[in-house]
């Protein structure tokens, strides 16, 4: 019963290595976001998109790119991975703009060595 | 823009009632959020409120008071398993997390 999966729980990767981490939601929700939540710092978006292939920046877009190339598939990109990027990243959808709860994804751990 | 607040951490006792408030100043306010997260796990849902007063679900009930820019966030009759972080959320032009509130229930 899995509605929104993320391609990865854990990963691991060299700084400079460009990095993807997929989303998918089986819900057929126009929302999609990117967060990413760090200790004392909470749950900060980075990117969101209303609709195929319209991506919007969050408050924190600096060092992402994000892809949708189909409804139900976010991707978020790190171009050039930094040890600042280390982090939970949490992907979500919603069914309406500004209305109804989100869904998570199970997030990805992501570590930059 | 959204400015959202909610206090760091708070204690209660098991069986005991707690409320986690949530301030806010937002433009272009369309409702809030309040989702549950455990240690390692993503968010859930827990409730929406978009108009003026209590929206009870079960053991938890939340409240909202635009005028005031306030919200909360009840539990009643805690249980040791509502250990957990509870996060605030405006909804409108930008969808802002507040900080969440960690709460600890202990025996």
């Known amino acids: 019963d899995v509605k929104v999966t993320q391609s990865s729980r854990y990963l691991v990767k060299r700084t400079g290595e460009k990095v993807f981490l997929e989303c998918v939601q089986d819900m057929d929700h126009e929302n999609m976001f990117w967060y990413r939540q760090d200790p004392g710092l909470g749950l900060r978006l980075i990117y969101f998109?209303?609709?195929?292939?319209?991506?919007e920046k969050g408050d924190i877009p600096e060092g992402y790119s994000v892809s949708r190339e189909k409804k139900e598939r976010f991707s978020l990109i790190l171009e050039s991975a930094s040890t600042n990027q280390t982090s939970m990243y949490l992907c979500a959808s919603s069914l309406h703009t500004g209305a109804g709860g989100y869904t998570f994804g199970s997030g990805t751990r992501l570590t930059v060595v | 823009g959204q400015n959202i607040d909610q206090p760091t951490e708070m204690t209660a006792t098991e069986g005991a009632i707690v409320q986690i408030n949530c301030t806010y100043q937002?433009?272009?306010?369309?409702?809030l959020f309040w989702y549950q997260q455990h240690a390692g796990e993503a968010p859930t849902f827990l409730s929406y409120?978009?108009?003026?007063g209590l929206e009870e679900k079960g053991r938890f009930s939340s409240f909202l008071s635009r005028s005031k820019g306030y919200s909360y966030l009840l539990l009643k009759e805690l249980q040791m398993k509502d250990s957990a972080s509870y996060l605030c959320q405006g909804a409108g032009n930008m969808l802002t997390f507040g900080g969440g509130t960690r709460l600890m229930v202990k025996p």
């Open positions: 409120n978009v108009l003026d």
């Open positions: 937002t433009s272009g306010f369309n409702g």
């Open positions: 998109s209303y609709d195929v292939k319209m991506k």
